[in-house]
């Protein structure tokens, strides 16, 4: 019994394909995509596409990003700042069909099956507590067993994403896994990164090791560049091609806890021109503390 877990592809098909091509050498698995397949990169409907045309057998969970893409289908209420923070969500439920909408708010938040000796295989996208538990390679033995209890009992394996950095956590009371990220990975290296999960008959347990797989990241960094602008995904995405490319959360996460702490925003559309002044200003000191740093 194999499972391949592919989790936060967040509309970057090139890497998506990179990754669907390798696996072609894998023989027969289950595909597990474990949240977040759409926002952030610049392809999502082509990503819902080519995601359909897997003819394989597959599972499929929603993550946070779904909803973000979800909320933005009837009228905006946020205030400044997020109004224009959640401009790729914005742009990202625009580039999708009603069919591909309802789809994805269909798509459930867990699944389950069995491994070969009945013991429980459960899939989430942060924790079974919520979507945006952060399970890191770091993460205490006691956060996990909170984040995981009841679900996490002798054989139990929990799968998960969210993070974007892969991570296994073996435990008194069975085994979490982080996949990491196809579309937006991060640790300091931005290739794919995917999960392969097989079952050792002799063991009798789980056997599990991470994948890297290159793709192209100058045409994915070029189409993010496009989309900076008021009626595309807005200046956001700069911060979201810096992540990529790095494989660093700080671009993004960084500047969003500095940036929201922040009082007097302007309303629209002043408060476009605010974040894209501070976007660049973020940029430009980020560039000076790692020339100072190297």
Request: aromatic residues 8%; contains cysteine.
């Amino acid at each position: 019994m194999k499972l391949v877990v592919l989790s936060d592809i967040h509309a970057n098909i090139w890497a998506l394909q990179a990754v669907l091509d390798e696996l072609k050498r894998e023989g027969e698995f289950l595909l597990i995509l474990a949240g977040d397949l759409v926002n952030m990169g610049p392809r999502p409907q082509e990503t819902l596409q080519l995601l359909a045309k897997y003819d394989g057998q597959s599972l499929v969970i929603s993550g946070n990003h779904e909803g973000y893409v979800l909320a933005q289908r009837g009228p905006s209420s946020l205030p400044p700042p997020y109004r224009t923070l959640f401009a790729p969500s914005r742009w990202t439920m625009k580039q999708l069909a009603s069919e591909e909408l309802d789809y994805l708010e269909n798509l459930p938040r867990s699944v389950s099956l069995t491994d070969p000796e009945g013991g429980r295989v459960e899939i989430y996208h942060g924790s079974p507590r919520s979507q945006i538990d952060c399970v890191f390679p770091n993460t205490s033995r006691e956060e996990l067993e909170r984040m995981m209890e009841p679900h996490l009992f002798e054989g139990t394996l929990v799968i998960c994403g969210h993070t974007h950095v892969p991570s296994v956590h073996r435990l008194p009371g069975g085994t979490v896994l982080n996949a990491g990220s196809v579309g937006m990975s991060y640790g300091d290296d931005p290739r794919a990164c995917y999960a392969i999960v097989e079952w050792d008959y002799e063991q009798r347990r789980w056997e599990i090791s991470h994948r890297r797989v290159s793709y192209d990241q100058t045409s994915l960094l070029a189409e993010l560049e496009q989309l900076a602008h008021p009626k595309g995904a807005g200046p956001v995405a700069k911060l979201i091609a810096r992540g990529m490319s790095s494989a660093n959360p700080y671009f993004l996460d960084g500047f969003l806890r500095s940036y929201t702490t922040k009082e007097d925003y302007p309303s629209p559309p002043e408060d476009y021109g605010h974040l894209e002044e501070a976007i660049e200003l973020f940029l430009l000191e980020s560039e000076e503390k790692m020339r100072s740093a190297g």
